[in-house]
């Protein structure tokens, strides 16, 4: 069977040809509508601007990749032997060719990263000096961001490659970048929280596990795959949210692929984004030590009021696009239902989930009071131990790493140019429109 780059590179040019040019060529001067200046004001939300290819988020319905829904990629994808949840290399390879790989392709991407694993040694050594006070997601990005010395399409690029070739090393780059996050995360987890001794990648499992056994779960099948679950939904969510849109704008300035998701963690690491998950825990703890655990319905509801009238946001609810239950906050609850019904800490989140979407609507401030994917996670890798709150949006720039890996090949493959924007200060604004 043929490999993943093997079977991109067939799939390469008859997207440039046929369909990217052809899309150009029947559609090019077509408008999306009018730019508001609210839009300018406004985040741009909404605003048509960017080509993402692994996923279309719906604002109804949520996610897919590649067309498919999650409950499809839980049926379709690869699994582990035994297991049910989807292998993220099925997930990866869906991203990039927008096909389901077979099991025998997904276990060869499996070793291909197991062997890929390894950390250089002075990368090792950078995390090994930072303080276990700094945040775990700085850890990570400066991690990534170091990785830049062994980068194939920097060195590429400085030996002169052709515009035509900058995909393949950029393929080389991401894939070296996927493998070695579990060493990442692994050395940060232990450096913070344990010993600081990290154990060995087996070269036999596949991505998950040694993830799970690095953070020192590797035992655990149930954790294991939650892992596979978590990377899985957690890998992409369309092009503008801002890690996504952050890793490919650095990257049309033809930034490798370490300097360009090392900045999509920096974003991800933001409260209003990745770091939400850990502010739900943080959230839910401190609700529980001020109302006690088995609160009744008022007493949440008074936190929750307590909350907004203080200025602060509910973490885990809202969001920039969707309009309804986040499919991936779905998922998580139908894991926790069939792994762990009676957590009490499960069972404070689905209290939390029957009463803050009626106070975000009486309240009348976000457009949508529903649970996004954050809501969940913390629960879940909770319960089996993975307490540590601090850590758990390293788990998420992890998975995000697949979406936006995806689309940097796939963006030098189609040629994308330098982003470039137009902005306009308030003043010139003013000016455009003094007698309209
Ligand atoms: N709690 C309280 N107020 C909220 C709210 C929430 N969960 N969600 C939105 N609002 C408020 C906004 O703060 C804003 O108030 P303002 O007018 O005073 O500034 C108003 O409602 C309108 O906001 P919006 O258009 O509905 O949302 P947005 O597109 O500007 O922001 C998001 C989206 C996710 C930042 C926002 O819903 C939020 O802050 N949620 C809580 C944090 C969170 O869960 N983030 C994770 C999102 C998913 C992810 O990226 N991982």
């Known amino acids: 069977p043929l490999t993943l780059k093997e079977r991109l590179a067939e799939l390469i040019p008859s997207q440039i040809d046929q369909v990217v040019k052809q899309i150009r ?6 408008s999306f509508g009018p730019v508001l200046v609210d839009q300018l004001y406004g985040g741009m939300r909404g605003l048509p601007a960017l080509i993402w290819d692994g996923s279309v988020l719906d604002a109804e319905e949520g996610i897919r990749f590649r067309g498919k829904s999650i409950p499809e ?33 997904v276990r ?10 390894a950390i250089p040694e002075f990368v090792e050594e950078i995390l090994d000096r930072c303080p276990p006070t700094l945040h775990p997601m700085s850890q990570f990005s400066l991690a990534v961001t170091a990785l830049n010395h062994d980068s194939a399409f920097a060195r590429a690029y400085q030996e002169g490659i052709s515009k035509k070739e900058y995909w393949q090393p950029t393929f080389d780059d991401a894939m070296d970048l996927i493998a070695k996050l579990p060493n990442i995360a692994g050395r940060i987890y232990r450096n913070v929280f344990g010993d600081g001794k990290v154990p060995a990648i087996d070269l036999e499992k596949d991505y998950s596990h040694n993830l799970a056994a690095l953070l020192g779960f590797g035992d655990n099948e149930a954790f294991v795959e939650l892992l596979r679950l978590y990377i899985t939904i957690h890998s992409d969510h369309e092009g503008g949210n801002v890690s996504a849109h952050t890793g490919k704008l650095v990257g049309s300035a033809l930034s490798d692929p370490f300097l360009s998701f090392g900045a999509s963690l920096n974003g991800l690491a933001g409260p209003l984004h990745g770091l939400a998950n850990q502010e739900v825990l943080i959230w839910l703890r401190k609700m529980q030590s001020k109302i006690g655990e088995n609160a009744s319905d008022d007493a949440v509801k008074e936190y929750v009021w307590s909350t907004l009238k203080a200025g602060q946001v509910v973490p885990g609810y809202g969001h920039a696009v969707l309009r309804k239950t986040d499919p991936r906050y779905t998922a998580q609850r139908e894991f926790a239902l069939k792994h762990l019904p009676n957590d009490p800490l499960f069972k404070l989140v689905g209290q939390v989930y029957d009463i803050v979407p009626g106070i975000l609507l009486e309240a009348g401030k976000a457009k949508n009071p529903w649970p ?25 720039g992890v998975s995000r790493a697949f979406g936006v890996a995806a689309q940097l090949i796939w963006d030098r ?7 470039r924007p137009k902005s306009y200060s308030s003043d010139a604004i003013q000016r455009m429109f003094k007698d309209k």
């Not at 060529?25 to 077509?30: I, L, R, T």
């Not at 913390?378 to 788990?395: D, K, P, R």
């Not at 493959?413 to 982003?419: D, N, T």
């Open 25 to 30: 060529a029947d559609h090019g001067k077509k």
């Open 73 to 105: 990629c839980q049926a379709l994808l690869p699994k582990a032997p035994g297991g049910s949840e989807p292998l993220p290399e099925g997930l990866f390879w869906l991203l990039l060719t927008g096909e389901v790989p077979t099991q025998e392709q």
């Open 108 to 117: 060869a991407l499996s070793r291909d990263w197991a062997a890929r694993a």
């Open 372 to 396: 996004n994917v954050d809501a969940h996670s913390g629960v879940l890798l909770t319960h089996y131990g993975l307490t540590e709150m601090q850590f758990y949006t390293v788990l998420f």
């Open 413 to 419: 493959a189609l040629g994308a140019p330098l982003e």
